[in-house]
């Protein structure tokens, strides 16, 4: 979902052009998608171009005196990107937290207050799957502004007091509906930003590091929040910030046109088809969606297992927070001292075994043990960073925005199956036992989607060798 941020725009490195306006470059040629590094020609149009016309320019290259995570800060418009994000994620959280205490607040119902939290899962395959076609048919900036206006207006129709119970929830899943678009499309321009080689790995992998984070300091300030004003307060707040990233994102990002612009492409469930025919796409895919339906599995039962065991709630605290940390240091460690080769190297090991940890649980462990296995498999989501150089390299740039639309749809709708599973899991068997068994069924899964991919790898080398014959 879009996200505002801070004040005035980051100063320009010598020979930098404005936020508005990419510089022209030849095009470069994009290498195998398995290296991890794909330099392409990014489009943008500048203030004084004409409308449609499209500026080859080349991907922003890391300087070596900054080498590792510093390097995209050297490219501005990803400073407002990134600030903007930080915004939305402050929008987000908040506007879940005072949303799910609002409706309790107004009924007095457990299951409607839950609601407001299910409710963001099953929009997600909705807009993902029709509204994906708009992510290339239209220019990038105006989608990201326009989703942030759209969440921005719905959470204001919350702050109204005559705003009834059914209309909350509503709007909730209109603002769900957008952010899966909002997501895809500000992942395909960041490719357009950063171009398609180890700059937008980093960019990509930052903005993962920072919702990792909100996951454990969010709902602490959405707290706070809550403390000094009413949940209808708490949501004016969260209206602010999306017009703040919707003000960032329309000055600090460059005019693109729409990336199908001119060519033909299908909507709705037909032009999910035209990405999912793609058998490379399609496992990659595969690859970023089955981990997670898995991974949330210990995270969705972590109460009722602190239950089993007879912990107190800060033990509950330690096995929530555990797999964001795991995952936050697998990731800061692969971007800072692993070379792209070595990144696209330990995608599939570390995408299987991903997992595996997780039969720690089978003796039913203390808090520590459990805590451990969640932090191991939380790092081995370090496979991102190389799976993101892959994907980028395999699509199409006219179908990128479609494509990582329904990439981040399926994820979030794969977490959402994963933790009604458990809870229906957990109701027949007990939790170690559940979490456990995800370890040997998920790793088998794993196995399978790795086993496709790597078919489609030695297929896509074999056409290589044969067209350069």
């Known amino acids: 979902m879009p996200a505002p941020t801070g004040s005035a725009a980051p100063a320009l490195r010598p020979g930098a052009s404005a936020p508005g306006i ?32 499209a500026a080859p320019a080349l ?29 939305s994620l402050l929008g987000v959280v908040v506007s879940e937290l005072a949303l799910t205490v609002l409706v ?29 076609g708009l992510t290339d048919r239209l220019p990038p900036r105006r989608i990201l502004v326009v989703c942030d206006l759209v969440c921005a207006g719905c959470v204001a129709l919350m702050v109204v007091p005559a705003t009834p119970v059914a209309a909350l929830l509503v709007l909730r899943c209109a603002v769900a509906v957008v952010s899966p678009v909002f997501n895809g499309t500000r992942m395909a321009t960041l490719a357009d930003i950063l171009g398609e080689g180890e700059l937008f790995v980093l ?75 793609n058998r490379r796409v399609r496992a990659l895919m595969l690859m970023f969606w089955v981990p997670p339906l898995f991974a949330v599995v210990p995270e969705a039962l972590a ?17 929530m927070c555990a797999l964001p940390v795991g995952t936050i240091a697998g990731e800061l460690f692969a971007g800072s001292f692993l070379s792209a080769g070595t990144r696209s190297r330990i995608v ?26 969640l932090f191991l498999a939380g790092a081995t989501g370090a496979y991102t960073l190389g799976l993101d150089a892959w994907f980028v390299a395999a699509v199409p740039e006219e179908q990128r925005g479609r494509a990582m639309t329904l990439m981040t749809a399926g994820m979030m709708t794969v977490q959402g199956v994963g ?12 939790v170690h036992a559940v979490v456990a068994g995800t370890g040997v069924l ?7 989607a790795a086993v496709e991919l790597r078919a489609t790898e030695r297929r896509d080398g074999a056409d290589r060798h044969v067209t350069s014959r």
């Open 22 to 53: 990419a510089p022209p470059a030849a095009p470069v040629p994009a290498p195998d998608p398995g290296s991890g590094a794909a330099p392409a020609p990014a489009r943008a149009v500048g203030p004084g171009s004409a409308p449609g016309a």
């Open 59 to 87: 991907a922003p290259v890391a300087p070596a005196a900054a080498p590792g995570y510093l390097a995209v800060f050297a490219v501005p418009e990803f400073r407002f990107v990134f600030v903007a994000h930080l915004f």
């Open 104 to 132: 309790y607040d107004l009924t007095r119902s457990p299951l409607l207050s839950s609601l407001t939290f299910a409710l963001g899962f099953l929009p997600y395959l909705l807009g993902g799957t029709l509204l994906a």
């Open 203 to 277: 960019g990509r992998s930052l903005l993962r590091i920072v919702s990792q984070s909100a996951l454990l300091a969010g709902f602490a300030a959405g707290g706070v929040l809550l403390t000094l004003v009413p949940p209808r307060g708490a949501l004016a707040v969260t209206a602010a910030t999306f017009l703040v990233s919707a003000l960032l994102l329309r000055l600090g990002t460059a005019r693109r046109p729409a990336r199908a612009a001119g060519k033909e492409a299908g909507g709705g469930l037909a032009g999910t088809w035209v990405v999912l025919r």
């Open 303 to 319: 109460a009722p297992y602190a239950d089993e065991i007879g912990v107190s709630t800060a033990a509950l605290g330690l096995l």
């Open 348 to 373: 599939l090991p570390l995408a299987v075994t991903g997992v595996l940890p997780y039969l720690l649980y089978a003796p039913e462990p203390g808090v520590v043990l459990a805590a451990v296995a």
């Open 419 to 430: 933790m009604a599973g458990a809870g229906i899991a957990a109701e027949f068997a007990s």
């Open 442 to 448: 998920g790793t088998v899964c794993l196995l399978a």
